[in-house]
């Protein structure tokens, strides 16, 4: 199955006219792409958030505040500051010349003034997206590797997590050890015991949670990996020194008291990978 190209279609800065960017939304749409609008207003950082956490292929900007100056330059820059420079990044409004030429200097791969057509943009995705195979970049020379002491947990997506903790219950025998709320992420977590394994089950709480995004794009089922650190902070600086794309820039409070980080799918055979830090007096096994 081929996979339609993911876009992200962004409003950087202060201007508050999107009908430009939601013609070029639907129109990418029409031409067979998977695009996102990202709404009005965002930050640099908010749409390279987004880009990465949707993993999309091509970030289009467009703006008619005359910022493009400000804004274009600073999202190719936390992109490459990310690991995320892969991503193409495309511009598009009411941009002089000289500008548009600037801009390319700068990381821009291509700047589409008023007046050009939806194929054109679409063709020029199409011929300029990372391909979907291997890249063919020289790898980072890594100097270090994350120090990873176990699996942690195995998390599991799922729509309903009464009926999955019945399932696994029924069938593996599974132990429910508490069920908690991540309202920062919008899920609900369930932490399940199997011999020496625990199995976390997330269900989504909000529609607009990765979580939620992940189980309308892929359905139920594996969701990630989490991987035991000591040092969890340590680990994020070392695997983004390796050549790994972080998600998460710092590492913040995740359930059971612990603290983690997750590494972005792209580059570890898909899976979207969590550090995580055991609390401390924890020791190895079930917690
Ligand atoms: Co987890």
């Known amino acids: 199955m081929v996979q339609p190209i993911r876009v992200l279609v962004a409003k950087p800065g202060l201007d508050g006219h999107d009908r430009g960017a939601l013609v070029i939304a639907q129109g990418l749409r029409d031409q067979g792409m998977e695009v996102i609008y990202s709404g009005l207003r965002q930050t640099p950082e908010q749409i390279v958030q987004t880009a990465i956490e949707e993993d999309v292929a091509c970030i289009g900007l467009s ?16 992109l490459r500051e990310r690991g995320a420079d892969d991503v193409l990044l495309i511009g598009g409004g ?11 200097q700068l990381g821009i791969a291509e700047v589409f003034g008023p007046g050009t057509s939806i ?15 291997p890249a063919c970049q020289l790898a980072p020379v890594a100097t270090a590797s994350v120090r990873v002491s176990g699996v942690d947990h195995v998390a599991v997506a799922v729509r309903d997590i009464a009926a999955a903790i019945e399932q696994y219950g029924r069938v593996l ?4 050890l508490g069920v908690e709320e991540v309202p920062d992420q919008g899920v609900r977590v369930a932490f399940l015991s199997l011999g020496g394994t625990v199995v976390e089950l997330v269900e989504p709480t909000a529609p607009d949670s990765p979580v939620a995004r992940f189980l309308d794009r892929r359905g139920p089922g594996l969701h990630h990996i989490a991987y035991a650190v000591d040092d969890v902070d340590q680990a994020l600086a070392v695997a983004r020194a390796a050549g790994a794309r972080v998600i998460d820039e710092r590492p913040r409070p995740g359930a059971r008291g612990k603290r983690i980080a997750f590494l972005h799918p792209g580059g570890l055979g898909g899976v979207l990978t969590e550090l995580c830090q055991r609390s401390a007096g924890e020791g190895a096994g079930e917690s």
């Open 63 to 78: 703006s008619l505040s005359g910022a493009h100056m400000e804004w274009f330059p600073e999202v190719a820059r936390l």
């Open 94 to 104: 009411v941009i002089p010349p000289d500008d548009a030429e600037r801009l390319k």
């Open 119 to 133: 194929q054109q943009v679409a063709d020029f995705i199409r011929q300029h997206v990372r391909a979907a195979g």
């Open 173 to 176: 025998g599974a132990r429910c």
